[in-house]
């Protein structure tokens, strides 16, 4: 690491801060341009500890920037990792206030539960498979908290991956009953479709994103326990939103989930 203890702290409270105030900031490596990924991972880490001593309930984990449309949309090449809290997920069909977010994006997501501990190092596909109960539709909202979305992906892991909101529903699948790489994706925004993928976007195989996930945990010192919802990463790109629209994403098999922004 680079960064001293001191400084993670301040930039965990910083970045914490414009997540719960709805403010922007420039990305943070334009002040420490020398920080590591296990300082961004650090600083995640303190942004959690924070959620949880003050009650917040650790639901799951994310997996972002796992399609090859994604990497391109935002320039890079590695996938990155985040968490999730209760406060982040809405019910399903409910409004979000858009005025409690900076610059949202909506993602189509492959949402996988747990019945079994998954820990890496050495975790795959079928590994992931095994340990799932069920999956299921999920739209993540993500609302980066770097000034007119420019950010470099140590900046982006530090800000939690740009984590912010989640809603899951349609219909909860085995997945030991689906073909998770053909599944059809369509993402609607006021009734047009507006992207297209199917599951194999995602680095070949939906679950091939949980176990780099898996094996990113283990290699820290951690693991994805039983029960947790892990978002496998947007399907395709990102679509910006705004009040008045109204999101729908339908996937093949699984059924559709929405959400309204106001």
């Known amino acids: ?64 920037l796992t399609s090859h449309a994604k990497m391109k949309q935002m320039g890079v090449s590695s996938p990155v990792f985040g968490f999730l809290v209760d406060s982040f997920a809405v019910s399903e069909g409910s409004e979000l206030a858009v005025k409690e977010l900076i610059h949202p994006k909506v993602e189509p997501e492959i949402v996988f539960v747990t019945k079994a501990p998954l820990r890496g190092p050495g975790c795959h596909v079928g590994t992931v498979l095994a340990a799932t109960d069920f999956v299921m539709p999920g739209i993540e909202v993500i609302d980066s908290r770097y000034r007119d979305f420019k950010f470099d992906l140590k900046s982006v892991i530090a800000d939690n991956t740009s984590a912010s909101r989640f809603v899951v529903g349609g219909r909860a699948k085995p997945a030991a009953d689906l ?21 194999a976007a995602v680095l070949g195989h939906p679950a091939a ?36 629209d109204n999101v729908k994403l339908q996937i093949q098999d699984l059924g559709s989930v929405s959400l309204r922004f106001n």
Request: aromatic share 4%.
């Open 209 to 244: 994103a949980v176990a780099m996930l898996a094996n990113h945990l283990g290699a820290r010192g951690e693991e994805i326990p039983a029960g947790s919802i892990i978002l496998s990463g947007g399907i395709t790109e990102a679509v910006a939103v705004k009040a008045g």
């Open 179 to 199: 073909d998770l790489r053909t599944l059809g994706v369509v993402l609607e925004r006021n009734g047009e479709p507006v992207a297209f993928a199917a599951g």
């Open 1 to 64: 690491m680079k960064l001293d203890q001191n400084s993670v702290l301040r930039l965990a409270e910083h970045l914490e801060n414009c997540e719960l105030q709805a403010r922007d900031t420039v990305k943070i490596t334009d002040e420490y341009p020398d920080m590591d990924w296990d300082d961004a991972y650090a600083i995640q880490d303190e942004i959690r500890r924070r959620k949880l001593q003050r009650g917040a309930r650790l639901v799951g984990f994310k997996a972002g």
